[in-house]
């Protein structure tokens, strides 16, 4: 939360404190914080003197889609190059022709080639995860699927020979790597926190590691590895600086996205068998008949719902933010240059006055002929230009790994009074221990 002098005019919202405004409410609960404004204040809510909320549907659909070219994903500290912590090189971070130019670069590596390839070795990353467990022994689900998801992020933009000490270093780097893309309070670079220090030690190591795999040889074989052959090798070719920031931001959207998707897709099946009867019959029937690949994802279409449906109840991606580059109307309300405006997945996919019975499982909402919904109310990969490049991956991924756990075990949460999502830079499931059964 940002705090400036004078705050949107007429917009409703909660008062706060007189000093630090609605940045504990914020911190200290922030879905809940979200979702009492959106509830109290409607379409359009003053957060702070300088922050304003967007609920409507048709308003996250303006401003992600219509108006996009009219917003800067970039903080005003990063433009201004005095945020020098983050990764804000990367595509993701990036604005106007710099971030167009960088997703040309990008874009023929994402194509339904790297789709086809995920589907294709998918299915062998999850029986290597799945050939440890036994039924009976609990386990601690984010520690295994998180190991599953690097090895899958590796292989796909590192090349299928990457070596398992290879991926372990990488999977030394995603903790400073998280830790360096978030921060919900800035404060001077020379401020000596804990979390700077240790940032600034980690920064090095991450340095070496992301500019050796840009040196491999894999990187000069676009059928072997064809992501990190378009950083390296595309138009316009990268600054180093600019290749070590992609590799990060890459690294941490598909590792975090997969994993997070995949644990609460569990969660949820393990809390309605008749769900996760029905995802186990079909996944039965899908491996049977199908090879790895494509195909089998097409006979997957109620693990798709079940999928989608965990996607809406707990998106990875939570929130969303941008700075208006100029005065703006939503809702009736000007919304001056300046402004961060935000929208939140967490707000609008549990709204009830688009969802019926908002906070139920059902996935029955994506199979055909369910009603339809309005476009801005159901974002999980964002909407627009600006939607993630990276969304078909990650969908064919979690589908698949669903399907294969679900399959062959049943899951019982151990304690499911404890499980909780923590909204750090994706909505993470914390306390997820799970003892797989036998069907």
């Not at 600034?200 to 070496?208: E, G, L, N, P, Q």
């Not at 006979?299 to 719902?305: D, E, K, N």
């Amino acid at each position: 939360m940002t705090t400036a002098a004078t705050p949107p005019v007429g917009i409703p919202g909660p008062g706060g404190d007189k000093y630090l405004g609605n940045l504990h409410a914020f911190s200290s609960d922030p879905l809940g914080f979200l979702t009492s404004c959106s509830r109290e204040y409607g379409d359009v809510v003053r957060l702070g003197a300088n922050n304003v909320l967007l609920t409507s549907p048709d308003d996250v659909e303006r401003m992600l889609v219509d108006r996009n070219s009219k917003f800067s994903k970039a903080s005003a500290d990063t433009r201004r190059g005095s945020r020098r912590q983050g990764f804000p090189r990367s595509m993701m971070n990036s604005d106007g022709a710099d971030w167009q130019a960088k997703r040309h670069r990008m874009r023929p590596a994402f194509g339904r080639g790297l789709t086809t390839r995920a589907a294709e070795i998918v299915h062998a990353q999850g029986e290597r995860m799945l050939a440890g467990w036994r039924t009976g022994a609990p386990r601690t689900l984010q520690d295994d699927v998180s190991v599953l998801t690097l090895r899958l992020v590796t292989s796909l933009m590192f090349g299928d020979e990457f070596r398992d000490e290879d991926t372990a270093e990488v999977a030394r780097l995603v903790a400073p790597i998280m830790d360096l893309s978030t921060s919900p309070l800035l404060l001077p670079e020379w401020v000596p926190t804990p979390r700077k220090l240790r940032i600034r030690r980690s920064m090095a190591r991450v340095d070496r590691t992301l500019r050796a795999l840009a040196a491999s040889p894999a990187a000069s074989d676009p059928d072997r590895a064809p992501v990190l052959h378009a950083l390296v090798h595309g138009d316009p070719k990268p600054t180093p600086d600019e290749l070590r920031d992609e590799l990060a931001t890459l690294i941490m959207a598909g590792f975090e996205t997969t994993n997070d998707a995949v644990v609460w897709t569990s969660v949820l099946l393990a809390r309605h068998p008749e769900a996760a009867e029905r995802v186990r019959e079909e996944a039965r029937t899908a491996f049977a008949a199908t090879p790895a690949g494509l195909a089998r994802m097409e006979a997957l279409p109620y693990t798709h719902a079940v999928v989608r449906e965990a996607l809406r109840l707990y998106s990875p991606v939570w929130i969303t933010s941008r700075d208006a580059m100029e005065d703006m109307e939503f809702g009736g309300y000007v919304v001056p240059a300046g402004t961060t405006v935000t929208v939140s997945q967490w707000v609008n996919h549990r709204d009830p006055r688009h969802w019926e019975s908002a906070e139920d499982f059902r996935p029955e909402r994506w199979l055909p002929g369910a009603p339809d919904f309005p476009r801005g109310s159901y974002f999980p990969f964002g909407l627009g230009p600006r939607a993630c490049i990276g969304a078909a991956v990650a969908t064919t991924e979690t589908v698949h790994i669903v399907a294969d756990i679900w399959r062959r075990f049943r899951l019982e949460l151990v304690a499911p009074e404890r499980i909780r999502p923590r909204p750090a830079l994706a909505l993470q499931p914390m306390g997820v221990e799970v003892v797989p059964r036998a069907w």
